[in-house]
Nanobody, 125 residues
Framework: VQLQASGGGLVQAGGSLRLACAVSGSTFSSYEMGWFRQAPGKEREFVAA????????DYADSVKGRVTISRDNAKNTVYLQMNSLRSEDTAAYYC???????????????????WGQGTQVTVSS
């Protein structure tokens, strides 16, 4: 399974970005998908997750109301729409894939078997 994240860039505070993660090599609709981020000098943290058909989602409190995760199983792609960006959103963003397991573990890195290479988001204030 290969994950390719894209869509990062430099944006002013208050702006928007949409990240995409294209998945190849397996049946995309079988995977639950997550987004994580890692800022310089900090540990990687959970951002959002979505179940296999898009019917259930979860968000970190720090992004709730500003970020939307979605997926298009026909395009083998998961998206992260980020609005009202803040300087503290600056980080490398990673997509990840998992099969099965409890929804309670969506926020844990260890539950994800496959990871993309990351895409950098920089928010200028």
């Amino acid at each position: 399974v290969q994950l390719q994240a894209s869509g990062g860039g430099l944006v002013q505070a208050g702006g928007s970005l949409r990240l995409a993660c294209a998945v190849s090599g397996s049946t995309f609709s079988s995977y639950e998908m997550g987004w994580f981020r890692q800022a310089p000098g900090k540990e990687r943290e959970f951002v959002a997750a979505i179940n296999y058909n898009g019917g259930n989602t979860d968000y970190a409190d720090s992004v709730k109301g500003r970020v939307t995760i979605s997926r298009d199983n026909a395009k083998n792609t998961v998206y992260l729409q980020m609005n009202s960006l803040r300087s503290e959103d600056t980080a490398a963003y990673y997509c990840a894939a998992r099969i099965g397991g409890s929804r309670n573990s969506w926020r844990s890195e260890s539950g994800y078997a496959y990871w993309g290479q990351g895409t950098q988001v920089t928010v200028s204030s």
